[in-house]
């Protein structure tokens, strides 16, 4: 939970002003997004997101993820839209900080989703990936495969902290992904890190997707595999290959996969493991005791990569043909 | 900041049922409060305010605030009221805890308050005590100035570490306040906590007073204390006598002042000031390192208590007549 700028009250009723709204009506901080502030905010037009970009996020990628979000709204994809001020500008400053005011999206995010959600997952995350490919703006994954090593040093010493053999097994992890990684795969704009807390479904259908500040360029089939890890695991960390099937067979509802797309799906599920195993082991070695934000247990995606390393074939997610 | 308790979706759509006001369309948890959870909540009727209370409200004292909350809200003083679900019923229970959905008050507080704010402050300070006159439920003040000496025992031995001779100052205020205080003057219910950020503002006039959950029975010129001590010094902790004016008559435009009120300020404003010294000296050497919620300089009220104790007349308040 965080709200790492407090905006007082005369300083946003000028910003709110300047945007033809109506008067500001209330405003509060919400204890969601790891990453910025994020205030909802009531005008006489009705309930808005106002966030204030922080740190972690830079400041010239910015463009591109207000720019993709209008993209896609304005391609008919469900996702919360930047408001442009009364003289056309989507990205403004507010008490010292880049800031958005977005669009309110409606609906809730599911804690345990079941088939129909991740059915329902599948189909939408494909009409990203669709509704992404005439965006024609780049950015390039700041969390590829080429990066991992190097993050993966800043902390290598420290990380038997979190499990035994931690860092071995990183390190062998990573040179069969260099060695092996896939790169003549379809590719364009994906989430990156679509969580289920980044879904939001209005009974069983979904509202709309949120939060793009991962968004990037690279294989489409890396989204999959990161909703794999994130969607498809039980709380016990156990693999559920009907929520897999679910997902997949949703996904080729809308968009086909091709058959390299399929064979390479374990390696890029391998790969989508280690990179949140990496940024959850450095933020757990790098956590500060007054943080508002509790750091996420990286173990969690230690045993989906051990889950991941031990399948030999794409029939073991749900689909028949490898 | 806080959210101590997550609610999962699918147990808050099923409470949000009961009520009968539409399908649950969003939630979200807000950084505000420091006793309780709160969440913003979009049903197909409007947006309220789920409040989860936690440890520190006892729960015994949940039926006199939402019964104060409704009987306000029915007399016509604007505030939040608790909406009863379809069985009539109030006070719930949600995720393990009390619970009760409450309506949506826009507005929002004054970061900065000025002169205008103070007199609308005392004008509805006012409001609200006369309207509490005909509530027939009351409540104890349980940090009254019979409790002090036991809330200043449960830290004295570690008082000088917040400011060297603390523990001495404490004891002698205490021992001043409990052979002089008043007790002859005109008592009902009070809020007992009506700092700026509960008050809630749209252009220069009160759309509401919020967070009743330190009310209680007391001298009504005590909630006036607080006030002067919460609304009337500058960021330097210097006094802003025309504040303290406009607040007293403000005040005084709804319900005149008794003359024992008036000359018996100064000692209350001294017991209000002592009251917020010791629960945040009390927070202070008491907070967890991994508090949501950052504990508040007790030092402040130190500073403001020793104005108070230099004030001789209540003319030093602003007013003509002592």
């Given at each position: 939970m965080a709200v790492y700028t407090e905006v007082p009250d005369v300083e946003?009723?000028?910003?709110?002003?300047?945007?033809?709204?109506?008067?500001?009506?209330?405003?509060k901080g919400i204890a969601e997004g790891v990453e910025n502030t994020n205030y909802i905010i009531h005008t006489d037009s009705g309930p808005f997101i106002l966030t204030l970009y922080e740190k972690r996020v830079k400041k010239g990628d910015l463009p591109f993820f207000l720019g993709l979000m209008e993209?896609?709204?304005?391609?008919?994809?469900?996702?919360?839209?930047?408001?442009?001020?009364?003289?056309?500008?989507?990205?403004?400053?507010?008490?010292?900080?880049?800031?958005?005011?977005?669009?309110?999206?409606?609906?809730?995010?599911?804690?345990?989703?079941?088939?129909?959600?991740?059915?329902?997952?599948?189909?939408?995350?494909?009409?990203?990936?669709l509704a992404c490919s005439n965006f024609?703006?780049?950015?390039k994954n700041s969390l590829s495969v080429t990066s991992w090593p190097g993050l993966f040093e800043s902390f290598r010493s420290e990380a038997d902290n979190i499990a035994p053999g931690l860092s071995n097994l990183i390190q062998e992890e990573l040179e069969h992904l260099q060695q092996n990684?896939?790169?003549?795969?379809p590719n364009g704009i994906i989430h990156a890190d679509l969580f289920p807390d980044n879904v939001f479904f209005l009974g069983d259908k979904i509202s709309g997707l949120i939060d793009f500040y991962f968004a990037c360029n690279d294989l489409l089939s890396y989204d999959i595999a990161v909703c794999l890890n994130a969607w498809c695991f039980e709380p016990d960390n156990s693999f559920n290959?009907?929520?897999?099937?679910?997902?997949?067979?949703?996904?080729?509802?809308?968009?086909?996969?091709?058959?390299v797309e399929l064979s390479t799906l374990p390696l890029l599920a391998r790969g989508a493991a280690i990179r949140f195993l990496l940024t959850r082991s450095y933020d757990w070695l790098n956590k500060e005791m007054d943080a508002f934000v509790k750091p996420k247990d990286p173990s969690e995606y230690l045993r989906k990569l051990r889950f991941h390393q031990s399948v030999k074939d794409v029939r073991e997610y749900g689909l028949g043909d490898g």
């Open positions: 946003l009723q000028s910003f709110i002003t300047s945007y033809g709204l109506g008067q500001l009506l209330s405003y993209h896609l709204a304005k391609s008919g994809f469900s996702c919360p839209t930047p408001v442009r001020d009364q003289s056309g500008v989507m990205l403004r400053e507010l008490s010292g900080r880049p800031a958005a005011l977005i669009s309110f999206l409606e609906g809730f995010w599911v804690r345990r989703p079941q088939l129909n959600h991740c059915s329902a997952l599948g189909r939408s995350l494909a009409e990203l990936h024609n703006m780049s950015r990684w896939a790169t003549d795969l290959i009907s929520k897999a099937r679910a997902l997949l067979n949703g996904y080729q509802q809308v968009r086909k996969l091709k058959k």
